[in-house]
């Protein structure tokens, strides 16, 4: 295989002195709902965390505001040491963040390698599907291993000309994990990975999520709690909007106020 991703590692190792990302007192609100309270978290370089909480505990809105996708209310978010508190998602994905969704973001009536050209011009949804017209136009050398590169990163490289509505849904799901890398991430926002698919298709995901893990910054959101454990030593646990823990595995495995919310 060629090696995809040893800009990244070069890249996360020469930004050592800075957190990968930070988010400094961020808040949000949906109308009276306070959906994010005054949350805190560091994202070191060269390190993944992992971010667990109950269902509406704020999880999927904090990477929205990470992302750029949703405005914050107060707080700050830096990348790599530059304030992109204000700063569209375009230039979020160029410092080198990326992310995949709970729900589907593939475009199902193109191919595998389609949509992993798409993943790699790295624009958002509405731009892309503009731009899938032109596919045939952007293809060089380069792009074309660098989309084999990546779909044999996961698992897909039987699969390149297969249409997405014709994945299984295990399948599917490791192309949205494509999709996110194409572009050549730094930092990896996952967004419960492992939803909705078979206890197979789940080893699989561990598998590949376990070795980005060692390649990629990677945030992740999991509910599968002993998988999530075992990702990474740095753990957050987020409850009502807020940080209600954050520590290793075995700090957070102790902590009384996690064993009450999960009623352990
Ligand atoms: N667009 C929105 N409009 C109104 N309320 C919202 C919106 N998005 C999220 N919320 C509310 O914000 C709170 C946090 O939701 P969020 O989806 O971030 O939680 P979560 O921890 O990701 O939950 P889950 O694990 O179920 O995905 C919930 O009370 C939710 O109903």
Do not use: C
């Amino acid at each position: 295989m060629r090696r995809i991703l040893s800009n990244n590692e070069k890249n996360i190792n020469q930004s050592h002195d800075q957190p990968a990302l930070e988010v400094r007192n961020v808040s949000k609100a949906f109308g009276g709902v306070n959906a994010i309270n005054e949350v805190s978290l560091v994202v070191d370089s060269g390190r993944s965390g992992v971010m667990i909480g109950p269902n509406g505990a704020g999880k999927t809105t904090l990477f929205n505001l990470i992302t750029g996708e949703a405005l914050l209310d107060d707080g700050e978010i830096y990348i790599f040491g530059e304030n992109v508190t204000k700063a569209p998602v375009q230039r979020r994905s160029e410092l080198g963040l990326a992310r995949t969704y709970q729900i589907s973001n593939l475009f199902h009536e193109l191919t595998v390698e389609e949509n992993l050209y798409l993943g790699l011009k790295g624009k958002e949804r509405d731009t892309k599907r503009l731009f899938s017209f032109v596919i045939p136009w952007f293809k060089n050398q380069e792009r074309i291993y660098k989309v084999q590169d990546v779909a044999e990163s996961v698992g897909l490289e039987q699969k390149l000309d297969t249409i997405v509505s014709n994945l299984s849904h295990g399948e599917q799901r490791q192309l949205e994990l494509g999709m996110a890398l194409a572009p050549d991430p730094k930092i990896v926002l996952f967004d419960e990975p492992m939803a909705g698919l078979s206890p197979s298709e789940r080893s699989f995901m561990k598998k590949l999520i376990g070795r980005l893990a060692s390649q990629k910054i990677i945030l992740a959101i999991e509910h599968d709690m002993d998988f999530a454990l075992s990702l990474t030593n740095h753990v957050t646990v987020m409850h009502q909007g807020a940080v209600l823990a954050q520590g290793t595995p075995e700090d957070i495995k102790q902590n009384e106020d996690v064993l009450t919310i999960y009623k352990l």
